[in-house]
């Protein structure tokens, strides 16, 4: 009987054990599905404004920079900031965190974090239409062109002829490839910022966003004469 008895024990252990295990091994697959899935999904921020909203996507090819304003966000360091610098058919700028208590008229555009960004520029990622870069200092202080660790531009720019691109290319001594043909005819941006300054973002929905901004009245200091704040938000991560 005790012979018997232990059997019938081992014999329930086993089953545990099978039974168990098949939980352990469906619960981990769920749960690496789960995260292959979120994985998968976009960065997806929210800049909001008095004008509207614009939905962005951050890119995964520019992981540096889209960690360090994902960090910014999560911070609440772009709520309340301005667009302190708006040129029509060019772009307009934000992220000075000096400009959150600004007075009228105040030039802005000098404050950040302490720190840059090394650059990121991939051949696929250019200034169309939409395009969120980040700012940065001027060439002859900054050979390696990194990033501000804060200041970011939104492109609105325009639509080029093939002609008016021929005669970019010529001045600036440089080739447009087919992606920027097509980019810049049929979508409109600014050429000649690419690979220059790096782009790490598409506005998504709300373009039209960029031209109410774009069309507000400025100061001599490319300041808007009435604050345009904004808060950002993510969506996913």
Not at 80 to 101: A, C, W, Y
Not at 199 to 217: H, N, T
């Amino acid at each position: 009987m005790i012979a018997k008895k232990n059997l019938f024990l081992i014999l329930l252990v086993g089953i545990c054990a099978f039974s168990c295990s098949k939980r352990t091994t469906n619960s981990e697959t769920t749960n690496n599905k789960k995260m292959e899935t979120e994985k998968a999904k976009p960065t997806m921020v929210v800049i909001s404004t008095d004008f509207g909203d614009m939905k962005a996507v951050l890119y995964d090819q520019t992981p540096l920079h889209k960690e360090n304003f994902v960090k910014l966000v999560k911070e609440g360091y772009y709520d309340g900031t301005l667009f302190h610098r708006v040129i029509e058919s060019f772009m307009i700028q934000g992220g000075d965190p000096d400009s959150k208590n600004a007075k009228a008229g105040q030039m802005l555009g000098n404050g950040g974090p302490d720190y840059t960004v090394p650059a990121e520029f991939r051949q696929e990622l250019i200034h169309r239409k939409g395009a969120i870069a980040a700012a940065r200092t001027a060439d002859q202080i900054n050979p390696k062109k990194e990033s501000s660790g804060s200041q970011f531009y939104i492109v609105q720019g325009k639509k080029y002829t093939m002609n008016e691109l021929s005669v970019l290319s010529n001045r600036m001594g440089k080739q447009f490839n087919q992606l920027q043909k097509d980019a810049y005819t049929n979508e409109g941006g600014v050429p000649f910022l690419d690979y220059e300054y790096t782009v790490f973002g598409q506005v998504v929905e709300g373009l039209d966003v960029i031209d109410k901004i774009a069309a507000v009245a400025t100061d001599r200091y490319d300041r808007p004469e009435k604050d345009v704040r904004m808060t950002v938000r993510l969506i996913n991560e």
